[in-house]
C-alpha cells in the first residue's frame, strides 16, 4: 500500500468514525484539581443524607449558603433571584430566575433523591426466642441477599398524634449501636444453597436484630422487646403504638470513600440517584444570572415508580413552575413547551466480569464521561421517554462547547431487563427531555461504585446545560 493511501485512510478514520476515549485522555487543564474538590463535596453530600429527608435538609443549608431563599407564592422575582420550595420534607425544587422570560422556556435538571433501602413496617417490634426484630417491607429493587449481615443504620421519623415529628437517627452518631440481618451458616445452609438466587432469602426474613438483653427483674413474656421500648421510651418518649405513624427504615451504615490504589473511584450507599442530584444541584449553586430560567427539581418515589404526593408524577412540580409563570403573567402550558429537561439518572457502567448481559457497542464504561441514554425503558422500549434526533444533537452540541466529555449508553442487552427514569413524566408535561447521568456499578447494591471523572464531568455537563443559551 502506497503511503499516500494510508495516510487517506488515516484521514478518514479521524473524521468518520466515531472514536471513544477513556475520559483521563481528555481531560483539560484544571479538570483534575476540580475533580477532586468537586468529589469531596460530593462524599459530604452522601454522608449527611442517606434518605431523602436528610438530602432535602442538606440540599437547604447548601442553598441558603449559596443565597436562596424559600420561595413564598406571590413573590416578585426578578433576573438572579434564586428561590426553592421544599415538598412535605421529602422533595425539593430551586431555580434561578433567568434574564429571558419564561415564555422561552426553562432549563431544567430532574434527579431523584430515593434510593432502595429496607422500610419498617408499621407494627415491626416483635420477639422471638429471647432475640428481638424488626420486620422490614424492602423499597425498591434490591437483591436481597445483599443486605444480610451487613452492618445497618435505622433512620427516619416518628410522627406523634399530638403532632410532634421526632428525627431518629442511630447508627452513624459517635458510638452509636449498629443492627443487623441474620443469615444462615454455610455448614447448614446446603438447602438454601440449591434455590435460585433470588429465592434463597424471602422477603419476610429480612427482619433486623435489635436486641437480646431481657428487661432486668421482669418475670413476665416478651422481656427482650419491652425491654428495647424502654430503650425508645426513654430516649424519643414513644410507644409501640408511635410505630403505627412513623416512617422508619434502614440503610447501610457505609459511608463514602475512595476505591482502588489510585483513589480513582468511589464507593457509597445511595449512588442512585443521588449522584445525579448532587450533580444537578451543585450546577445551579454556581450560576449567577442565567440566560434562561434554571430549574433543578430533586424528586421522591422514583424507585417505586414516582407515584405519590412527593414523586415526579405529582402536581407539587407544576405548582412551582406555575407559580413562577403567574409572577411573570405567563402560562404555563406555553413555559413548558419551550423548556427542556435533562433527566439526571443513574445508567449502568459496563462490568467485564458480568458481560454477557451488556450490548458492549451501546454501554457506559467508568471514566468515559457523563452517559446519555436516549431512551431506557425494558424490551421493545416499554415505558421509555425516547428524545428525538434533534433533542440528542442539541445537547451534543451544548456539551462539546462545554468541553465536557460524554457518551452514549444503553442499560444492557435488549431482552436483559430494563429500568426507567422521571423522564417520561418530564415529557408528558411536553418538555423536551434527554436521558443523562453517571455510569454506576453494582447498582442498587447496599454498596455501590462510581467514577469520580464521571461525576464531574456530569456535573460540567449539569452546568452548561443550565447556561445555554
Not at 434490591?142 to 410532634?164: D, F, N
Amino acid at each position: 500500500m502506497s503511503e499516500e493511501k494510508q495516510n487517506r485512510g488515516e484521514q478518514l478514520r479521524r473524521a468518520l468514525l466515531y472514536d471513544k476515549k477513556n475520559g483521563y485522555d481528555q481531560l483539560v487543564p484544571g479538570d483534575e484539581e476540580a475533580m477532586e474538590a468537586y468529589c469531596t463535596g460530593y462524599k459530604q453530600f452522601l454522608d449527611a443524607g442517606k434518605t431523602e429527608r436528610e438530602c432535602v435538609d442538606r440540599t437547604v443549608a447548601l442553598a441558603e449558603s449559596a443565597g436562596f431563599k424559600p420561595y413564598v407564592r406571590g413573590m416578585e422575582l426578578k433576573p438572579g433571584d434564586k428561590v426553592y420550595r421544599i415538598n412535605r420534607g421529602k422533595a425539593i425544587t430551586l431555580a434561578v430566575i433567568g434574564k429571558k422570560s419564561l415564555d422561552q422556556g426553562a432549563n431544567i435538571g430532574a434527579a431523584h433523591i430515593d434510593s432502595p433501602r429496607l422500610d419498617l413496617k408499621q407494627t415491626p417490634l416483635y420477639e422471638t426466642e429471647e432475640l428481638a426484630f424488626l420486620k422490614t417491607h424492602y423499597y425498591g429493587g434490591i437483591r436481597k441477599y445483599q443486605w444480610v449481615t451487613i452492618p445497618l443504620e435505622l433512620h427516619g421519623v416518628i410522627a406523634l398524634k399530638s403532632g410532634q415529628t421526632i428525627r431518629v437517627s442511630i447508627g452513624n452518631g459517635e458510638g452509636d449501636p449498629l443492627f443487623t440481618i441474620d443469615d444462615l451458616l454455610p455448614h447448614l445452609g446446603v438447602e438454601q444453597s440449591k434455590k435460585p438466587l433470588g429465592e434463597a432469602i424471602p422477603a419476610e426474613s429480612l427482619n433486623i436484630l435489635v436486641g437480646s438483653r431481657p428487661l432486668e427483674g421482669d418475670e413476665g413474656k416478651d422481656r427482650v422487646k419491652l425491654a428495647a421500648l424502654e430503650l425508645l421510651n426513654r430516649k424519643y418518649g414513644i410507644t409501640e403504638a408511635d410505630f403505627i405513624s412513623a416512617e422508619l427504615c434502614a440503610v447501610p451504615a457505609f459511608n463514602a470513600r475512595d476505591i482502588g490504589f489510585d483513589r480513582s473511584l468511589i464507593g457509597a450507599y445511595g449512588h442512585d440517584d443521588r449522584v445525579c442530584a448532587y450533580a444537578c444541584l451543585a450546577a445551579l449553586l454556581q450560576l449567577s444570572e442565567p440566560e434562561y430560567t434554571a430549574v433543578c427539581m430533586l424528586a421522591d418515589k422514583e424507585e417505586i415508580g414516582s407515584e405519590g404526593v412527593t414523586g415526579m408524577k405529582s402536581a407539587a412540580f407544576d405548582t412551582f413552575m406555575e407559580d413562577l409563570c403567574q409572577a411573570q403573567g405567563i402560562p404555563l402550558r406555553v413555559c413548558y413547551e419551550k423548556s427542556f429537561c435533562l433527566s439526571a439518572d443513574v445508567t449502568a457502567a459496563y462490568d467485564p466480569n458480568f458481560a454477557d448481559v451488556y450490548e458492549k457497542r451501546n454501554s457506559a464504561f467508568v471514566n468515559y464521561g457523563m452517559g446519555l441514554c436516549k431512551y431506557t425503558g425494558a424490551r421493545g422500549k416499554s415505558g421509555a421517554s425516547d428524545a428525538s434526533a434533534e433533542v440528542v444533537a442539541r445537547v451534543r452540541r451544548v456539551l462539546d462547547s462545554a468541553s465536557v466529555v460524554w457518551q452514549m449508553a444503553e442499560l444492557g442487552k435488549v431482552d436483559a431487563g430494563g429500568g426507567g427514569t422521571v423522564a417520561a413524566y418530564m415529557a408528558e408535561r411536553n418538555i423536551d427531555t434527554l436521558d443523562a447521568g453517571v455510569p454506576v456499578l453494582s447498582m442498587h447494591a447496599p454498596f455501590e461504585t462510581v467514577g469520580k471523572l464521571d461525576c464531574y464531568m456530569t456535573f460540567k455537563g449539569m452546568k452548561a446545560v443550565f447556561e445555554a443559551v
